[in-house]
């Protein structure tokens, strides 16, 4: 999907988000918890949806370089 500026909604910073202050969906905590499982971590709660975002980012960044 394409947001007006022509990029994907996938490239958009999650501080853009228009929802991004909104609590982290159901899929983002699963997802989250699952990554600090196998980082040994514990995952994070109350997140909103755009700090979900990042903690998946640097989580996925963490699991390639171990």
Same mark, same amino acid.
């Given at each position: 999907?394409k *947001?007006?500026? @022509? %990029?994907?909604a996938? $490239?958009k910073?999650p501080?853009?988000?228009?929802t @991004?202050? +909104?609590?982290?969906t159901? #899929?983002q905590a %699963?997802?989250?918890e *699952?990554l600090? !499982? !196998?980082? @040994? +971590?514990?995952? #994070?709660?109350?997140? *909103?949806k755009s700090?979900? %975002?990042?903690?998946?980012? $640097?989580l996925? !960044?963490?699991?390639a370089?171990g």
């Amino acid at each position: 999907m394409k *947001t007006q500026d @022509g %990029s994907s909604a996938a $490239e958009k910073d999650p501080a853009q988000w228009v929802t @991004g202050d +909104e609590p982290m969906t159901g #899929p983002q905590a %699963s997802y989250l918890e *699952t990554l600090a !499982q !196998q980082a @040994g +971590e514990q995952p #994070p709660k109350d997140l *909103t949806k755009s700090q979900a %975002s990042r903690a998946i980012d $640097e989580l996925q !960044q963490r699991a390639a370089r171990g």
